[in-house]
């Protein structure tokens, strides 16, 4: 029996090692990546307390690499979506049931082991498989990650002390309970730390939960699978499995047990998952919670008195850091007119220093894009930005080559047309396109960034004048969930920026925050009245 009242404190965020020369933690990392690199290994689906192994197999390569091969991962089928469901609700009320403390323990061992023990694993896996540097693996996959893990903890702790007054002769309080069924967790290439963070949170509330990975993420997302059996997660809580898309939506949104998605990808695919559940709803025991961040068209826009150094630093990191592969990162900006040609000047020779290639070379600042699909979509677009009646030109970049990677440069479009199809499609990759405004102009860009994309996930305004930073957060308001001043449109960190987007960037249910967390409970008021009345009438029926 429980007599305590177990709360856990604000975390603090985990430290970002820099991977200085000369560093241990350099050299545990170039260690990992030569002890994972000279593996092969044999991934299977996670079932209950199976690791599953169907023979029919995935290559897993780095995309830096794609000759070299790390391993393979076995895919499964529509029975396996069904063993995966049946395997999570027989361990739901067990899960349920288990005390808070206990349940927040098994994740709090897990960021420590992920700081410690598995720190170059995690990293390395992540750097092998979806092709980061070491800085953009320690940020995503060590940090952000053990961050999720500490800091859901500690929100949850507050959200179970949330009570409710009670007035004389009774007592109110709220209990929160996880979700009547499962939920489906559907997580992107892109972050090892979203691929860890969608399942755990709505285990973490109670929840069990049948994750998918992308395919491109499975080499990292096995690592973490091992980190949270090795910190006690029971068996069937989340089921890790490796099914196309189609199948086990087909399955999943037909149970009646689903009780919740919790979504990152991209906008077409969400909409589409949407329309099912809509039309299942007759089906399910309770209304699903529908969780989603999706696509984003993230701009930058310099005011005439902004620094120029500043916004060109923010162009490069912003728009090129991970290759571009960030729903946050810069895709769009507006440079006016007045520091037009120093901005170009000084992008054009800080992007010509990127050095580009494999991630076990640090001083290489870009790697490859994730795959070939991905590969060939962003070559048809500077393909068609090099015609010469395109609208547009490149001021730096444009090269592609797919013979040892999947190697694109950071390349710079500058478009004379504000609605040129790259200042409004979303590539995701490491091409971002400027258009250059009259520096007299800047309310009617303003109006122009927010009318010309669907998303609106993030943004980032620069500029010395404050009463142009007082107008553009004033008139971005709704163009931007995460909004920045005077600083690049990336990098938010939990428990400081909770990140998520409105309009077609999802439902802005802002990860890393207790928004989040409210989304896979369930509440349940209970009043007690201890002495109860005995007769229905009340007092203004009695008449004088």
Request: charged share 20%; aromatic share 12%.
């Amino acid at each position: 029996m429980q007599y305590g009242d177990f709360y856990y404190p604000l975390p603090f965020n985990e430290p970002v090692l820099q991977y200085g020369k000369g560093s241990k933690e350099k050299l545990a990392l170039k260690a990992a990546l030569k002890e994972l690199k000279k593996q092969k290994v044999d991934v299977p689906m996670y079932i209950g307390g199976e690791e599953v192994r169907t023979g029919k197999t995935l290559d897993i390569r780095p995309p830096h690499e794609h000759k070299h091969l790390l391993g393979k991962f076995h895919t499964g089928d529509a029975s396996h979506v069904k063993k995966a469901i049946a395997a999570a609700l027989k361990a739901r009320e067990q899960w349920a049931n288990m005390s808070w403390e206990n349940r927040a323990n098994i994740f709090l061992k897990a960021a420590d082991l992920l700081a410690t023990k598995y720190r170059p694993y995690i990293n390395g896996t992540t750097m092998l498989g979806q092709s980061k540097n070491a800085y953009q693996a320690e940020i995503d996959s060590a940090c952000e990650l053990i961050d999720f893990l500490r800091f859901n903890v500690h929100f949850l702790s507050e959200i179970y002390r949330q009570q409710p007054i009670s007035g004389p002769g009774m007592y109110n309080r709220v209990e929160y309970r996880p979700l009547e069924g499962f939920v489906f967790a559907l997580t992107p290439f892109n972050f090892t730390a979203i691929g860890g963070n969608l399942p755990t949170s709505a285990a973490m509330c109670g929840n069990v939960v049948v994750w998918k990975c992308a395919n491109t993420q499975v080499y990292s997302a096995q690592m973490f699978m091992k980190v949270l059996k090795e910190a006690g997660l029971p068996d069937g809580v989340i089921n890790l499995v490796y099914i196309d898309g189609p199948t086990i939506g087909d399955v999943i949104f037909k149970h009646p047990d689903f009780a919740g998605l919790h979504f990152t990808g991209s906008t077409g695919v969400f909409n589409k998952m949407w329309e099912t559940i809509g039309k299942n709803i007759p089906t399910y025991k309770t209304y699903p919670r529908i969780v989603g961040e999706t696509g984003g068209k993230d701009f930058v826009i310099a005011h005439r008195s902004a620094n120029v150094d500043e916004v060109v630093t923010a162009l490069a990191r912003g728009a090129f850091e991970y290759q571009g592969q960030k729903c946050s990162a810069a895709s769009r900006a507006y440079i006016p007119s007045n520091m037009a040609a120093e901005v170009k000047q000084k992008l054009v020779a800080m992007i010509k220093t990127m050095k580009m290639g494999t991630v076990e070379n640090f001083t290489n600042f870009i790697n490859a894009v994730i795959d070939e699909k991905s590969f060939d979509k962003l070559e048809s677009y500077i393909k068609a930005a090099k015609k010469k009646d395109s609208g547009a030109k490149i001021w730096v970049g444009g090269k592609c080559d797919k013979s040892q990677g999947y190697f694109i440069e950071p390349t710079v479009i500058e478009a004379t047309d504000p609605y040129y199809v790259t200042m409004c499609e979303e590539l995701f990759g490491p091409v971002l396109t400027i258009f250059v405004y009259d520096e007299n102009k800047y309310e009617e860009t303003l109006k122009l960034v927010d009318s010309t994309s669907s998303y609106a996930l993030t943004g980032a305004v620069l500029a010395q004048d404050r009463y142009a930073v007082e107008v553009a957060v004033n008139r971005l308001r709704n163009s931007a969930g995460n909004f920045y001043i005077n600083d690049k449109p990336t990098g938010a960190v939990v428990g400081q920026q909770p990140f998520g987007g409105a309009r077609a960037s999802g439902t802005n249910d802002k990860a890393g925050s207790q928004l989040n967390l409210y989304r896979w409970l369930s509440a349940r008021t209970i009043k007690e009245t201890f002495v109860p009345p005995v007769d229905y009438r009340y007092t203004f029926m009695e008449e004088a």
